[in-house]
T-cell receptor
Framework: GAGVSQTPSNKVTEKGKYVELRCDPI?????LYWYRQSLGQGPEFLIY????????DSGLPNDRFFAVRPEGSVSTLKIQRTERGDSAVYLC?????????????FGPGTRLTVL | SQQGEEDPQALSIQEGENATMNCSYK?????LQWYRQNSGRGLVHLIL?????REKHSGRLRVTLDTSKKSSSLLITASRAADTASYFC??????????FGKGTSLLVTP
């Protein structure tokens, strides 16, 4: 079946602009995660959704970052007033259930470049 | 902050040789997972080992876990050029979030 998909695959924007990154999880997966991966680093946790609600958003770096999952499926990560330091690959993952015992399946990521 | 730390940072071997990567972490965990990331592609889950397990196999992969030393190792036997990738260990202790290390970059040459 289809895996996790993310759009766009690449996004170039100017400092100060607003961007939205979309994630389509695997059908039937209730848990959804966003991670951010900077060059030469491993992914860092941003936010976790169980269903429609954000169960843990402690990884979001500041209040310019916000994510939603209104119908418990597709999720959008929103970044306001982008800064050059926001440049990274944003990864989305989904898992069948909650809890760390379920494998998280990752999408290909969105590479964000802030000029 | 990164929870795990892989060693070595980079590894270069020839096809047919075995590759061993190590991971150390800081806090108690529920499980530890290994992922592979090819250049320009997403993370692919390789294997999960629970905190009460000591060794696990999957095809050419062998993972060990020593919770007393807070360390894990990933062994890839009879490596192939297609194994060239970055390998990450990820620990889970919160019930959902994965904490990744910086990864080991593996190069397998024909």
């Amino acid at each position: 079946g289809a895996g996790v998909s993310q759009t766009p695959s690449n996004k170039v924007t100017e400092k100060g602009k607003y961007v939205e990154l979309r994630c389509d999880p695997i059908s039937g997966h209730t848990a959804l995660y966003w991670y951010r991966q900077s060059l030469g680093q491993g992914p860092e946790f941003l936010i976790y959704f169980q269903g429609t609600g954000a169960a843990d958003d402690s990884g979001l770096p500041n209040d310019r970052f916000f994510a939603v999952r209104p119908e418990g499926s597709v999720s959008t990560l929103k970044i306001q007033r982008t800064e050059r330091g926001d440049s990274a690959v944003y990864l989305c993952a989904s898992s069948l259930g909650s809890g760390g015992q379920d494998t998280q399946y990752f999408g290909p990521g969105t590479r964000l470049t802030v000029l | 902050s990164q929870q795990g730390e892989e060693d070595p940072q980079a590894l270069s071997i020839q096809e047919g040789e075995n590759a061993t990567m190590n991971c150390s972490y800081k806090t108690s965990i529920n499980n530890l997972q290994w992922y592979r990331q090819n250049s320009g592609r997403g993370l692919v889950h390789l294997i999960l080992i629970r905190s009460n397990e000591r060794e696990k196999h999957s095809g050419r992969l062998r993972v060990t876990l020593d919770t007393s030393k807070k360390s894990s190792s990933l062994l890839i036997t009879a490596s192939r050029a297609a194994d060239t990738a970055s390998y990450f260990c990820a620990t889970e202790f919160s019930g959902y979030a994965l904490n990744f290390g910086k990864g080991t970059s593996l190069l397998v040459t024909p």
